[in-house]
């Protein structure tokens, strides 16, 4: 109930193209989904972020798609740029209880954009 | 950059020792939590503390430890390394445990 599943592992794209990058989770508790990109040698660092009381948002190239009936969410890229290539996280956590501030983050995407 | 600094960038241990891991928080920033990241894997959860006080624990056994100082600095400590315990270690501070996270470069210890 824990887990957030990532998928696909690894991702190529053209330059120019869409990159798409999918996760599920199962606790319904879960309200804050944020995404992140890590960089080799460097920490993640925080993309973009929903709550479940939208289904999308925008921010520059980026968008989070939120499904809330389906426990699902997805990271889109648009005009996907070699600089974009990076791993990135899906994460979720809640803000009560114990549990708080406690991100639980996916097992990651590599993405690899050719020029 | 977050403003997030880690000491040592990296470490090599043999099994048994020892070890502590250092972080320093953004100024202001009363939260800090721990994670463990092993080779292609997610950031995994250790603990967190807000005000100097543990503020939850993942699944994690008490031979990993920390310390929060007034400072904004904190401490991750682990007793009796195994291999398993070689990863990257990431420490990330917030204003709350309700704000955005905002993470270091990591530690990247080896456990020989």
């Known amino acids: 109930q824990q887990q957030v599943k990532q998928s696909p592992q690894s991702l190529i794209v053209q330059k120019g193209g869409i990159s798409i990058i999918n996760c599920a989770y199962e606790?319904?508790?879960?309200?804050?989904f944020p995404w992140y990109q890590q960089f080799p040698g460097k920490g993640p660092a925080l993309l973009i972020a929903?709550?479940?009381?939208?289904s999308e948002k925008k921010e520059g190239r980026f968008t989070i798609s939120f499904n809330k009936s389906a426990k699902q969410f997805s990271l889109h890229i648009m005009d996907s740029q070699p600089g974009d290539s990076a791993t990135y996280f899906c994460?979720?956590?809640?803000?009560?209880?114990?549990?708080?501030?406690?991100?639980?983050f996916g097992k990651g995407t590599k993405l690899s954009v050719k020029p | 950059e977050t403003g997030v600094t880690q000491s040592p960038t990296h470490l090599i241990k043999t099994r048994g020792q020892q070890v502590t891991l250092r972080c320093s928080s953004q100024?202001?920033?009363?939260?800090v939590s721990w994670y463990q990241q092993a080779l292609g894997q997610g950031p995994q959860f250790i603990f967190q503390?807000?005000?100097?006080?543990?503020?939850g624990r993942g699944n994690f056994p008490p031979r990993f430890s920390g310390l929060q100082f007034p400072n904004y600095s904190s401490e991750l400590n682990v007793n009796a390394l195994e291999l398993d315990d070689s990863a990257l270690y990431l420490c990330?501070?917030?204003?709350?445990?309700?704000?955005?996270?905002?993470f270091g470069p990591g530690t990247r210890l080896t456990v020989l």
């Open positions: 994460a979720a956590n809640m803000n009560y209880g114990g549990s708080q501030g406690n991100l639980i």
């Open positions: 503390y807000y005000r100097e006080e543990e503020n």
């Open positions: 606790n319904t508790a879960f309200d804050y």
């Open positions: 990330a501070s917030s204003f709350t445990f309700r704000d955005r996270q905002f």
């Open positions: 929903i709550r479940p009381d939208v």
């Open positions: 100024s202001g920033h009363n939260t």
